[in-house]
């Protein structure tokens, strides 16, 4: 186990993902990759500090998966006063965030972006990193569904990673969830609504997106094709019910 890997919880399979990477990477999401990430990645000595990492946030929010990073960049242009830790593990989405973070040219010496770091990790490793009630938001927006039976330790929304979100999130702090599959959703229901005792439900909607929830592409992309999404934020309780 590496120091940016601590032990997860009995039963919880080592890793949420399957690949890594898509399609072949060119030449500038190479560079991205191999000069421009290292100077933004989250250490893991510098998540046991967080959020006294960032001098004069006003909060500290965590973005579980953020995809192609558009919901990242539009948090950060509604929140300019909050830091905020972005998590992925697939290469082509951390370079389409980086792309757009990082001018052509300048990977190995562009400013690192004020109050923002990435964590090309599994997020729940980082939940174990992070000191307790750090967190003042989670969000868990259109993550990877596993909708085959067999593949539903895979999930983020897990039983037994329940306890190290709320450890990681103060109490009163929010977890903001988004999904169009009907499968994922009725698993959210049954973990988070079924007698859990870290979390209540603050507000939930079916279809229209809530004012104050940015979009995705795959919020898009299921609107197309015809799918609702749902929208749930849960709140953490002060004490276990």
């Known amino acids: 186990m590496t120091a940016d890997r601590p032990p997860l919880a009995e039963g919880v399979p080592d890793r949420l993902y399957g690949r890594r990477r898509g399609h072949p990477l060119r030449p500038r999401q190479e560079r991205l990759l191999s000069l421009a990430l290292p100077r933004i990645r989250l250490t893991a000595a510098e998540a046991a500090q967080a ?8 909060d500290l929010w965590l973005e ?19 830091a905020l830790i972005a998590s992925e593990v697939f290469e082509n989405g951390l ?16 400013p690192v972006p004020e109050r923002l770091r990435l964590w090309p990790e599994d997020a729940r490793h980082l939940l ?16 990877d569904p596993w909708p085959k039976a067999r593949h539903a330790k895979r999930r983020f929304v897990q039983p ?18 988004a999904s169009d599959d009907p499968t994922y959703q009725a ?6 609504l079924s007698g859990q005792r870290f979390f209540t439900l603050a507000s939930e909607a079916r279809g229209a997106r809530p004012e104050g ?5 795959y919020e898009a992309k299921a609107i197309r094709e015809g799918r609702t999404p749902r929208y ?10």
Do not use: N
Request: hydrophobic content about 50%.
């Open 51 to 58: 959020p006294a990492l960032f001098q004069g946030a006003k």
């Open 95 to 110: 370079c389409s965030l980086l792309t757009r973070l990082v001018p052509e040219g300048e990977e190995a010496t562009a």
């Open 213 to 217: 929830w940015f979009a995705t592409r």
């Open 128 to 143: 174990g990193l992070l000191p307790a009630d750090a967190l003042g938001r989670l969000y868990l927006m259109f993550p």
């Open 187 to 192: 698993w959210v229901e049954e973990v988070l």
């Open 160 to 177: 037994a990673t329940l306890p190290a979100v709320a450890r990681a999130l103060r109490p009163g702090a929010e977890w903001r969830i």
């Open 64 to 82: 579980a998966g953020f995809g192609g990073g558009e919901h990242t960049l539009a948090l950060r242009a509604a929140h300019p006063g909050i």
């Open 232 to 241: 749930w934020t849960f709140r953490r309780t002060d004490a276990p019910a």
